[in-house]
C-alpha cells in the first residue's frame, strides 16, 4: 500500500504543477524519474540484464534513450509525418480550399439550429483529414462561421459548434489515433473502421442533435440576436488554390483505406507512406501550378518544420508519459490498481469508466487532449493485460474522452482561438459545449461498451 499511496501523491504532484501551465514533458520526466529512483531503493530492477547498463542508477536514463529511439522511428515518425503533412496542406491552401468547398451547401439551409447541426457534422468529417484542433477552428473561423452567422445564428452559438469539431479524433491522420491503435497493436485503418467509426457515428449524431436544443435553449435564455457578418468575399475566393487541391489533404487517408484489408489487401499502405507520397503529389501540383521549380523545391522545408515541431511538442510527450507510466508499473501500483479493481468487482466495465473519467477530467483541467491521453494510455496495455481483456477495449474509449474533454475546456487551444476570433469569453464558450461535450462523453463510452 506505500507504493500505492507514493504513486498517488506524485501523480497528484505532477497534476497540480501542469495546471499551473509547467511545461508538461519536464513534469512528468521529473515525476517518472522519482518513482523510478523509488523503485530502485525497493530494491526493484528497471531493466533485463541484456538492455541494463550494468549500474542501476543509469538505468533510468537507459530506458528513456530506448523509448525515445522505438517511439521516433515507430509511432513518432508516424505522428510527425502527419503534422508535417498538415502543415504542408495550410501552406499551399489546400486546406483553406477543402474548407471552403464544404461551407458552400451551408447557406441551403434555412434553420438557423438545423444548420448548426449539419456545420457540426460537416466540421467534424474535415477533423479527419484535418487532424489539427486549432488549425481546423481557425479555418473555419475565417469560411464556416460569417455564413453562419449571415445566416441567422447567434455569434455564441456559431463558435460552440465551431469549438466542437474537433472533439472526435478520427482517422489515420490523427496522432492519438495512430497512438492508440499502436497500443492496441491494431492496423491503423482497422482501428479506424472497426474501433471508432462505431462508435464515431452515433456519437456525432448525439453531438448533433444536443447542439440544435443546447444552442436554441443558451440564445432564447440570454436572447441574443444574430449579428449579420460578412460572408466569405470574391477576394477571398481568389486568393485559393484551384478547386482541386480540396482533394489533397484527402489522397492520405483514401490510401490508407484502399490498400488494406478493407479492400486491396495484397499491397500494403503505411501511413508514412501515404503521407510521403501525398507530399510529393502535393508539390508536383504545385510545381504545374506555380511554373517555378525553385520555390516548389524550397517549399518542402515546410513539412520538415511541421514535423520537427511535432517531435517537439507531441513525440517528447509520448516518452515523458511512458517514463512516468513506467515508474508507477515499476513500484508495483498498476498491479495493485488490477488487483483493486479485481476484488471490488468493478472488471472490465468499471476499470474502463475509471480511466475514462481520468482522462477526460485530465483534459479538462489541462486544456490538452494530448497530454492527458499520453500519460495513461501508457497504462492500458499492463492493465488490459492484467484484466484479461483487449487493449482496444479500454483505449478506445479513453482516446475519444480525451478530445471530447478538450472541447469543454476554456484553456485548450482550440477554445481559445475561437474565443478570439469571436470576441467572446472563453467560460462563455465552454458553457456552450460543456453539454454536447457531455452528452458525447456519455454515449462513446455507452456504445464501447454495447460493442
Known amino acids: 500500500m506505500l507504493s ?3 504513486a498517488l501523491l506524485t501523480t497528484i504532484v505532477v497534476a497540480w504543477l501542469i495546471i499551473k ?9 521529473a515525476g517518472g524519474i522519482f518513482l523510478l529512483v523509488v523503485a530502485i531503493l525497493m530494491g526493484v530492477p528497471l531493466l533485463d540484464a541484456k538492455k541494463s547498463t550494468g549500474f542501476v542508477w543509469f538505468d533510468i536514463f537507459k530506458f528513456m534513450e530506448d523509448t525515445f529511439s522505438t517511439r521516433a522511428a515507430g509511432i513518432g515518425l508516424m505522428i510527425m509525418t502527419v503534422g508535417g503533412f498538415a502543415k504542408y496542406m495550410d501552406y499551399i491552401g489546400a486546406s483553406r480550399s477543402l474548407v471552403h468547398l464544404a461551407s458552400k451547401p451551408l447557406s441551403m439551409i434555412r434553420s438557423p439550429y438545423l444548420l448548426l447541426a449539419v456545420s457540426y457534422i460537416i466540421g467534424q468529417l474535415l477533423n479527419i483529414v484535418i487532424p489539427s484542433a486549432a488549425g481546423l477552428c481557425v479555418l473555419l473561423m475565417a469560411t464556416m462561421y460569417p455564413v453562419l452567422v449571415n445566416l441567422g445564428v447567434s455569434r455564441l452559438s456559431a463558435a460552440a459548434v465551431v469549438a466542437t469539431t474537433p472533439c472526435l479524433d478520427l482517422g489515420p491522420a490523427s496522432g492519438t489515433a495512430v497512438f492508440a ?3 492496441a497493436e491494431m492496423d491503423v485503418a482497422d482501428y479506424f473502421v472497426g474501433e471508432q467509426l462505431p462508435i ?10 444536443s447542439h440544435y436544443f443546447v444552442q436554441r435553449y443558451f440564445d432564447r435564455k440570454e436572447g441574443l440576436e444574430a449579428k449579420v457578418l460578412q460572408t466569405a468575399s470574391d477576394h477571398d475566393e481568389q486568393e485559393l488554390p484551384p478547386t482541386i487541391y480540396a482533394l489533397l489533404p484527402l489522397v492520405p487517408i483514401i490510401l490508407v483505406l484502399v490498400f488494406s484489408k478493407l479492400c486491396i489487401s495484397s499491397i500494403k499502405m503505411p501511413v508514412v507512406t501515404a503521407m510521403i507520397i501525398s507530399i510529393f503529389l502535393a508539390m508536383m501540383m504545385e510545381l ?4 517555378q521549380p525553385k520555390a516548389v523545391c524550397k517549399s518542402i522545408q515546410v513539412f520538415f518544420d511541421g514535423m520537427g515541431h511535432l517531435f517537439a511538442t507531441v513525440v517528447t510527450l509520448i516518452v515523458a508519459g511512458e517514463t512516468f507510466a513506467f515508474g508507477l508499473t515499476k513500484i508495483g501500483a498498476i498491479d495493485l490498481i488490477i488487483q483493486g479493481a479485481q476484488s471490488s468487482g468493478f472488471g472490465i466495465i468499471g476499470i474502463t469508466l475509471v480511466m475514462t473519467v481520468i482522462v477526460a477530467v485530465s483534459a479538462v483541467i489541462m486544456g490538452s487532449g494530448n497530454a492527458s491521453f499520453y500519460s495513461f494510455g501508457a497504462l492500458v496495455p499492463d492493465v488490459a493485460k492484467g484484466l484479461s481483456m483487449l487493449p482496444s477495449t479500454m483505449i478506445t474509449p479513453m482516446q475519444m474522452a ?9 484553456i485548450a487551444a482550440a477554445v481559445v482561438a475561437v474565443a478570439g476570433v469571436a470576441d467572446v469569453s472563453p467560460v462563455d464558450l465552454v458553457k456552450r459545449t460543456a453539454i454536447p461535450m457531455g452528452v458525447a462523453l456519455v454515449v462513446s463510452f455507452i456504445m464501447a461498451v454495447i460493442l
Open 181 to 183: 491503435a499502436k497500443t
Open 4 to 6: 500505492l499511496g507514493i
Open 288 to 291: 504545374i501550378r506555380t511554373h
Open 21 to 29: 501551465r509547467m511545461k508538461p514533458q519536464a513534469v512528468l520526466f
Open 402 to 410: 480525451a478530445s471530447i474533454a478538450r472541447s469543454a475546456s476554456p
Open 200 to 209: 464515431a457515428v452515433v456519437t456525432m449524431a448525439a453531438i448533433s442533435i
